[in-house]
């Protein structure tokens, strides 16, 4: 039963590079989401999808793209990759949408980006 | 605006004591309210949500929450703390923007560090 699988676990890159990180649940659920995770900050959303095929911003959507690339998978695109952007990344899901929106969400375990 | 609050950003307590993690809410509308729990290394686990009815919900590891209307408050407790509940939590709430949407903003986490 995985769940909500997040790849890669760690991740170091250099300012100015890019890279993509992936998402996958298998709990046939429709909404997903992107949240980074910083020391005192909480959580903060990034980009969402409420359904397959729609994709919306959330709170910090700058420096980043998202493509829900089926109801499986939502993956998360940095193009060119700031030190302002070490941190941990979260993606989660939920079953339901629109006034099923009292579903808890399930997470995966977070993806440790380092920018240099 | 609506907004999470948790006041302490660590609470300690001995082995056996209760436990209380206090959450304070401003949201317009009805609350969703929600309950997770972060351990090292991992993603949020959900714990226990408020959506209708008894102010007193119970969930997961002997965890219970008191919803409070007037004082905006979630409080998380547990009559009798373990060494194994040391880790971070989070009170979220649901907010709707009509449709499809759904987010949950989430509180800044509290530690809780259980002393043997």
């Known amino acids: 039963n995985a769940g909500v699988t997040q790849t890669p676990k760690f991740q170091v890159l250099k300012t100015g590079q890019s890279m993509t990180l992936q998402c996958a649940q298998d709990m046939n659920h429709n909404s997903m989401y992107w949240y980074r995770q910083d020391p005192g900050m909480g959580l903060r959303l990034i980009y969402y999808s409420a359904s397959e095929g729609t994709t919306d911003k959330g709170e910090v959507p700058n420096g980043y793209n998202v493509s829900r690339l089926n109801k499986r998978e939502f993956s998360l695109r940095l193009e060119s990759a700031a030190p302002s952007q070490t941190s941990v990344y979260f993606c989660a899901s939920m079953a339901g949408q629109g006034g099923m929106g009292n579903q808890p969400q399930h997470f995966g375990d977070g993806t440790r980006l380092s920018i240099l | 605006a609506q907004s999470v609050a948790q006041p302490e950003d660590q609470v300690n307590v001995a082995e056996g004591n209760p436990l209380t993690v206090k959450c304070t809410y401003s949201v317009s509308g009805n609350p969703y309210l929600f309950w997770y729990v972060q351990y090292p290394n991992r993603g949020l686990q959900f714990l226990l949500k408020y959506i209708t009815g008894d102010n007193l919900v119970k969930g997961s590891y002997g965890f219970e929450a008191e919803f409070n209307k007037s004082q905006t408050s979630f409080h998380l407790k547990k009559p009798s703390a373990l060494v194994s509940d040391s880790a971070l939590y989070f009170c979220?709430?649901?907010?709707?923007?009509?449709?499809?949407?759904?987010?949950?903003?989430f509180g800044t986490g509290t530690l809780l560090a259980v002393q043997p």
């Open positions: 979220a709430v649901r907010v709707n923007y009509g449709g499809a949407t759904n987010k949950l903003i």
